[in-house]
């Protein structure tokens, strides 16, 4: 079934049960609203730079003073250069950096030296940004490797896909698109900054088309 064609239904049956009740109101509201973005995500509407700067207006609107951004390569960090350059255009004070997670993942056998941040996260409230989050490992690692730069006052995390499937309990503050998926798909994000174009992609794992 269609994802439109299930939104469809839902909207015609859950309403017409629910009546004036706000709370169900409200779940039927998140409902509808993932399911318009698989939907508008499957049709290839997904403008990365629309989102971005959406996600721009709301860090402005969380009233984070001078946020620090910190991007997760390899993506991530592009990602937080183009929100960068939003908020510059509002005039938005904030800093802007990258942090390397691999010596922190725990899934390595050998040993990588760790390294610090170029600007301290002491005290500062703090935005990591991927592209893509799913398990929720490499933001637990990213965590981990700003804290051995110093103590943040706060650390959020945005992303540009949530895919689900988390495996820890990890929730982004800023979210550009929910994509349902299955275990079996894989998500790619392309930027014009290393793929010259700006897309995003759900694939069956191993597919070639």
Do not use: W
Not at 38 to 45: L, M, Q, V
Not at 141 to 147: L, Q
Not at 186 to 198: A, H, K, M, R, T
């Amino acid at each position: 079934m269609e994802i439109r064609e299930l939104q469809k239904i839902l909207e015609f049956h859950f309403l017409e049960k629910i009546g004036k009740n706000n709370n169900l109101n409200k779940l039927f509201g998140i409902i509808k609203s993932t399911l318009n973005d698989a939907c508008e995500h499957r049709k290839g509407k997904m403008t990365i730079d629309k989102i971005l700067f959406r996600l721009s207006k709301e860090i402005i609107e969380s009233n984070t003073p001078n946020p620090y951004l910190i991007g997760i390569p390899k993506r991530g960090d592009l990602l937080a250069q183009r929100i960068s350059k939003n908020l510059l255009s509002e005039n938005f004070k904030h800093d802007i950096g990258n942090v390397n997670y691999m010596p922190f993942r725990d899934d390595l056998d050998e040993s990588i030296e760790k390294s610090i941040l170029e600007i301290s996260p002491e005290d500062r409230d703090v935005i990591l940004i991927d592209d893509v989050i799913y398990t929720g490992r490499t933001l637990r690692a990213s965590i981990e490797a700003v804290i051995y730069s110093g103590r943040p006052k706060t650390i959020a995390l945005l992303c540009l896909v949530d895919r689900g499937h988390r495996e820890l309990p990890i929730t982004p503050s800023f979210i550009g698109k929910n994509i349902p998926t299955n275990q079996n798909e894989y998500v790619s994000v392309f930027l014009n900054e290393i793929d010259q174009e700006d897309k995003v992609e759900v694939k069956l794992r191993g597919s070639s088309s």
